[in-house]
């Protein structure tokens, strides 16, 4: 009471960022008079009227209010809609790089068109983000006709086109496109040999759709691009069937642990754990049957990957549930998101619990692959100089939003008032009880033809209420990972009268539902007009059914982990106005439930004499579940957060690394680099030999068989020291006349024997050489990260000891890379060419980059 007072009486932030904005709507609302004056053609010189201005100093937040008035009357033209006042207040929170969290159904496609013109206006290029390449593909070709009706191009990121299609799509003025594809080109960009193979611009405004989904849930697992290694796969088989003869650990009461297991789980973690009795039964059955010989011993260094290879198994047998985690399909395993339902036909697990799982569903066993590039969707869209997104749940993430990418999170008023009934959560002892009642609910409403969406968390939860409806012969439908391309056409109709459809998670996200059913027009048809009419009565007809009945109701079969999951399953429902009801049915078999309350809670309301068939139903109740989930939500906020602190050690090297790359690409010449390497190398070379103290024979030896090896400098010392005993003393002198020496040869034979060949060769072997160091430190910055958490038991920091390590490593690479460029380009130059005249007679007539690099390669493998 005495908060509502107090709110009376002080506005919160958001409300004051809102009313600030207020002068804003009413100017761009006094424009629109005379913005519907204007022609066609008027409407579209604005455009470049626009553009114009900002060369003469005018700046966005000048041309905002006119530039939105514009879009609003095109949209209105073009589209038949007309912003509202909430959506144009969400165009403005967009163009202030903030997060806009607008209810589903408020029209966040429309609003993003907004400040898509307006930063497009620079020509830099916006990039608009959305979860899948339907709504990528959906958004484009609905927007297209607005965006060139006003003078813009707009281009569609998907993926499987082709190369030239792709810089087509990032050329136009606003790009759609999903998550994973931006920062997988990002990735490619930077292992591309030349400008030509280059897709993306310089990264300026990126707009997120769904962005709690992409830059929250996606977070935790970072973008991989994967080579295959040779590796025998055999080795996953082996382990999988040693499997079934390891004994599970089960807990015997709260305090104590059975003692008669190999192993045990631990399921908040989604770990496996063995026991020591579990490690000597292992050993004994890894000798039994020959996969370790009986002289050795499991903890040797050389066989402790077998503990490592049983942890995966046990975790893909236990951990990782078919249906839920993944799905078999066309004899592959592919993976299931874990929050939104959808398949993830690309992506594979890594450090082996791919080939696990595969071992274990007794598929084909792909290759082990190890990292080529990588980087996590935080750091890449921290790369953009603008960023915003909007999402219809956001409150709940806002420390986040705030902590690891800057940005406030403003709630936007609905256009309409919420009178949607959130009802309160029914729980039941066992799952069987709450299945009974979730049917009991979706049988009443069928009764009654009130459409139904049931929210499920996993395909096995959606299949078992789907066999259970099939029993009653009840019609629905069932969306589901199995049925992606499929998912937009049924959440769509999932508002039609007596309908039934069961959803895993927040799959068909991006499509709204109407109540009635959504209403397609017939196009290019005799009659289409009375066609159309006649269709339009009948849907009318259906929506008012859909409305008097109640709305959508929705069924939430169990609470997710992350509140936001369950307030976006919710928000399907009551969009617009519409009238809606939810309700979560818990049992305390749940998941959530098992990991927050205790074996005595449960036995105490059994012995209070609630049965199976009763609920319990209190506010207090689901207070204490959304306390758990908030620990859940901090939980995983931590794992995010430490994937970025980590990443960003990484982050900096990464852009060294691509700096210098881009550098080399961009470069006509490297010869002069090159000599600088050269001479930072001899004189690194000679001072191992000579560090300015007394010098004797042996060491002067040692040094002309170095550089004679390193550098083909044949010339010995002596002659250098003839010039005067000083030299003795001085090694820089010497340095001096051994550098210029060693460079005047390595510039006269690539002058006259290779002419403007080198030049290639030179850029390519470095170009090469950077990459295969810079995959490998990746793998080995991979191990380190592995292992690093068990410095903690020294008393000393993981993650500063990480940043130390790393460094080093990285101090190293830099190092070896320049090392390695000088050994093979005097190989190749001085030595190698001899031997191979017809790789070398290839590369000059070749006129590709790639096979030109491929062939280079060949060459560096040679030496």
């Known amino acids: 009471m005495l908060g509502k007072l107090i709110s009376k009486f002080f506005l919160n932030r958001n409300d004051r960022i809102l009313n600030n904005l207020k002068d804003l709507i009413i100017k761009i609302n006094c424009l629109e008079k005379n913005i519907i004056q204007l022609s066609d053609a ?73 400040p898509a013109y307006l930063n497009a206006l620079l020509g830099r290029g916006v990039h608009i983000v959305t979860m899948n ?114 004994v599970l650990q089960r807990k015997k009461s709260n305090k104590s642990l059975g003692k008669r297991g190999d192993f045990y789980i631990d399921y908040k973690q989604r770990q496996a754990h063995l026991t020591e009795k579990g490690l000597k039964k292992i050993e004994r059955l890894l000798v039994k049957y020959n996969f370790l010989p009986k002289e050795e011993s499991l903890y040797l260094p050389k066989n402790i990957f077998f503990v490592h290879h049983i942890l995966l198994a046990l975790k893909a047998h236990y951990v990782y549930l078919k249906n839920t985690d993944y799905i078999v399909q066309n004899k592959k395993i592919v993976i299931v998101d874990e929050h939104t339902g959808r398949i993830m036909k690309s992506r594979r697990w890594s450090d082996g619990l791919h ?78 009880s709450k299945l009974r009642a979730i049917i009991s609910d979706i049988q009443s409403c069928v009764n009654r033809q009130q459409p139904v969406l049931v929210g499920t968390v996993s395909i096995e939860k959606s299949e078992e209420i789907s066999k259970l409806l099939c029993k009653l012969n009840i019609k629905h439908n069932v969306l589901n990972a199995k049925f992606h391309a499929q998912e937009a056409y049924i959440i769509a109709q999932a508002g039609k009268p007596k309908g039934v459809t069961i959803a895993t998670n927040m799959a068909g996200r991006g499509t709204d539902i109407v109540l009635g059913g959504a209403f397609k027009y017939k196009e290019n048809t005799n009659h289409a007009s009375q066609k159309n009419n006649l269709l339009k009565g009948l849907w009318n007809e259906k929506n008012q059914l859909a409305v008097k009945l109640g709305g959508l109701h929705i069924i939430g079969t169990e609470r997710h982990e992350s509140r936001r999951i369950d307030n976006q399953l919710r928000g399907r429902s009551g969009r617009q106005g519409d009238p809606g ?18 074996d005595k809670i449960i036995s105490l309301m059994k012995t209070l004499g609630m049965t199976d068939n009763q609920a319990i139903e209190h506010p207090w109740l689901s207070s204490a579940i959304e306390r758990a989930q908030k620990k859940v939500e901090n939980k995983n906020f931590d794992i995010r957060r430490q994937l970025l602190e980590y990443d960003n050690v990484i982050n900096e090297q990464r852009s060294v690394i691509y700096n210098e790359r881009n550098k080399l690409i961009n470069q006509s010449s490297i010869h002069d680099y090159i000599l600088e390497i050269l001479k930072d190398r001899v004189r690194a070379c000679i001072k191992r030999y000579i560090s300015g103290g007394p010098v004797n024979l042996n060491s002067f030896h040692a040094l002309e068989r ?25 090694v820089d002198k010497l340095a001096d006349l051994i550098v210029s020496t060693i460079q005047s040869n390595y510039s006269k034979k690539t002058s006259e024997d290779f002419e403007e060949y080198s030049n290639m060769i030179e850029k390519s072997v470095m170009i090469q050489i950077l990459d295969i160091f810079w995959k490998e430190h990746l793998n080995a910055v991979d191990f380190l990260r592995q292992s690093i958490h068990l410095r903690g038991y020294a008393q000393q920091d993981p993650q500063q000891e990480y940043k130390r390590e790393s460094f080093f490593m990285f101090q190293s690479m830099l190092v070896s890379i320049k090392d390695n460029v000088i050994k093979n380009l005097i190989n190749i130059f001085f030595v190698d060419f001899k031997k191979n005249k017809d790789i070398y007679m290839d590369i000059v007539n070749q006129q590709d980059n790639d096979t030109l690099h491929f062939l280079i390669m060949k060459l560096i493998n040679i030496t």
């Open 581 to 598: 009801s939810s309700r979560f049915y818990l049992s305390l078999e749940d998941t959530l439930m098992r990991f927050f309350v205790s």
């Open 355 to 432: 080939q696990a799982i595969e071992a274990k569903e007794k598929v084909c066993i792909q290759n082990d692959t190890q990292t080529l590039a990588s980087i996590t969707l935080q750091n890449y869209f921290r790369l953009y100089d603008k960023l915003s997104g909007m999402t219809g749940t956001a409150a709940t993430e806002a420390f986040e939003f705030n902590s690891i990418y800057h940005l406030d999170t403003i709630i936007i008023p609905t256009n309409k008032p919420m009178i949607r009934n959130d009802m309160p959560d029914l729980v039941y002892l066992s799952t069987s």
């Open 133 to 246: 390449d339907y709504l990528a593909k959906r958004d484009a070709d609905k927007n297209r006709v607005l965006f060139e009706f006003l003078g813009l191009t707009v281009g569609a990121n998907v993926s499987g086109i082709s190369l030239e299609d792709k810089q087509k799509a990032y050329l136009a003025d606003i790009t759609y496109g999903t998550n994973h594809e931006y920062g997988f080109d990002y990735l490619r960009d930077n292992m591309v040999f030349c400008n030509k193979k280059k897709v993306q611009r310089t990264l300026y405004f990126a707009l997120v759709d769904e962005v709690d989904s992409i830059l929250i849930d996606e977070a935790r697992t970072p973008l991989v691009i994967s080579g295959p290694i040779e590796g025998s796969n055999a080795l996953y088989k082996n382990i999988n069937s040693i499997i079934p003869f390891l």
């Open 42 to 114: 008027e409407l579209k010189k604005k455009t470049t009227e626009f553009k114009l201005r900002l060369k003469n100093g005018d700046t966005l937040d000048v041309l905002l209010p006119e530039a939105f008035s514009v879009v609003r009357e095109a949209s209105k033209r073009v589209l038949g809609m007309r912003h509202f006042d909430v959506q144009i207040l969400g165009g403005i929170i967009l163009h202030q790089k903030c997060i806009a969290e607008m209810r589903t159904g408020e029209g966040k496609t429309l609003t993003a068109t907004l």
């Open 706 to 730: 170095e550089l004679k090896n390193n550098f083909y400098f044949i010339q010995p010392i002596r002659e250098f020291l003839e010039i005067g005993a000083t030299l003795y003393q001085n």
